[in-house]
């Protein structure tokens, strides 16, 4: 079936410095994008979304960009804090499999 | 809004028990529910969707009569892990949506289940 897959399964970054997180999807019919970050031992948490006839939306130190030509999904991450290390997973609208995820580990 | 709980945290049990979790959606109806399993480092994977008063829709590879499914209000779904066996420790997590069109999941904080 169609999935959504991420391009890197760790990702270490330090401290202040931004992050980008990518994502490949192959439904191009979906309607949302959404972005979950998932900390140790915690259920996954909606950090920000993105409709399909958006190229570019922006959160509070978060980014996410939509390249439907390529089908490419990047969650960016601005001043990169400690808290921010976790696993982040996108997410189709239509679709409630996940892909790999991407370990972020921020080092101080 | 739109949080989601889940009973117990964790839980150690025995091998051949049986071990029920409670999924609960404390401020909307939940007419969906889903149910993950995830292992260390690994993925979240989509054990089955629960529909509020009808039978569970199972993925593939999962076993029905093990991992049973009961969403019998629109607040509450139990998955009840039948003769677990230490294979079947893990940590599962229940979803529901609210918008039908976005599909936002909200997910319960998730329960730790260890079988000696």
């Known amino acids: 079936g169609e999935s959504v897959g991420l391009h890197l399964p760790t990702l270490s970054v330090q401290e202040g410095d931004n992050s980008i997180i990518n994502c490949a999807y192959s439904?191009?019919?979906?309607?949302?994008f959404i972005w979950y970050k998932q900390e140790s031992g915690k259920g996954p948490q909606f950090i920000i979304d993105?409709?399909?006839?958006?190229d570019k939306r922006q959160g509070q130190r978060v980014t996410v960009l939509l390249n439907k030509t390529v089908k490419h999904l990047s969650l960016q991450i601005a001043a990169t804090q400690p808290g921010d290390s976790a696993v982040y997973f996108c997410?189709?609208?239509?679709?409630?499999?996940f892909g790999t995820g991407t370990s972020l580990t921020v080092i101080p | 809004g739109a949080v989601v709980s889940q009973h117990p945290s964790w839980v150690i049990c025995k091998s051949g028990t049986s071990v029920k979790i409670e999924c609960r959606s404390l401020?909307?109806?939940?007419?969906?529910m889903f149910w993950y399993r995830q292992f260390p480092k690994q993925s979240l994977m989509l054990m089955a969707t629960?529909?509020?008063?009808?039978?569970?829709?199972?993925e593939q590879g999962v076993e029905k009569d093990k991992f049973l499914i009961n969403h019998a209000s629109l607040t509450l779904s139990t998955l009840t892990v039948t003769s677990a066996h230490p294979e079947d420790s893990s940590f599962y997590i229940c979803?529901?949506?609210?918008?039908?069109?976005?599909?936002?999941?909200?997910f319960g904080p998730g329960t730790r289940l260890t079988v000696l």
């Open positions: 993105i409709r399909s006839n958006m």
């Open positions: 401020d909307f109806q939940a007419t969906t």
């Open positions: 439904n191009s019919a979906s309607d949302y």
């Open positions: 629960s529909n509020e008063g009808s039978k569970a829709t199972y």
């Open positions: 997410a189709e609208s239509n679709q409630f499999y």
């Open positions: 979803s529901s949506i609210l918008d039908r069109v976005r599909h936002e999941q909200f």
